[in-house]
C-alpha cells in the first residue's frame, strides 16, 4: 500500500560524499515522520537521522556533524547528505517513513525501503 524508493548509494573513498534520497508512494493521506537507518552485515539495525513533518530532526551520534537530512513534505521525500564519510559507514542504508494511510484511520504505520548499499574504502 505504501511503497519506498531509495537510491544515490555507490562505493565512495574514505572523506568523500554520497547523497542518498527515497521517495514515498502509495496510499498516503500524511506522513508523519521520514528517517534513515542502516545495518551493516552482522549488526543490528540501527537509527541514522529523522524528520518529522514539523521539522524537528533526530540524528545518531556518530553521524552529528557529518550527516544532514533534509524533507519535501510537499513531495513525500526525503534525503541523506552524507560528509566525511568513514569506512565504519559502510552498511545498507534504509528509508522509513511513519505513515497515516487513510483519512478516517489515524493509527500510523511504519514503511521500510527495499536499501541502498553505501561503501566507504580506506
Known amino acids: 500500500q505504501v511503497q519506498l524508493v531509495e537510491s544515490g548509494g555507490g562505493l565512495v573513498q574514505a572523506g568523500g560524499s554520497l547523497r542518498l534520497s527515497c521517495a514515498a508512494s502509495g496510499s498516503i493521506f500524511s506522513i508523519n515522520a521520514m528517517g534513515w537507518y542502516r545495518q551493516a552485515p552482522g549488526k543490528q539495525r540501527e537509527l541514522v537521522a529523522a524528520h518529522t513533518r514539523s521539522g524537528t530532526t533526530n540524528y545518531a551520534d556518530f553521524v552529528k556533524g557529518r550527516f544532514t537530512i533534509s524533507r519535501d513534505n510537499a513531495k513525500n521525500t526525503v534525503d541523506l547528505q552524507m560528509n566525511s564519510l568513514k569506512p565504519e559507514d559502510t552498511a545498507v542504508y534504509y528509508c522509513?517513513?511513519?505513515?497515516?494511510?487513510?483519512?478516517?484511520?489515524?493509527?500510523?504505520?511504519?514503511?521500510w525501503g527495499q536499501g541502498t548499499q553505501v561503501t566507504v574504502s580506506s
Open positions: 522509513n517513513a511513519a505513515v497515516q494511510t487513510t483519512r478516517t484511520r489515524l493509527t500510523t504505520y511504519t514503511f
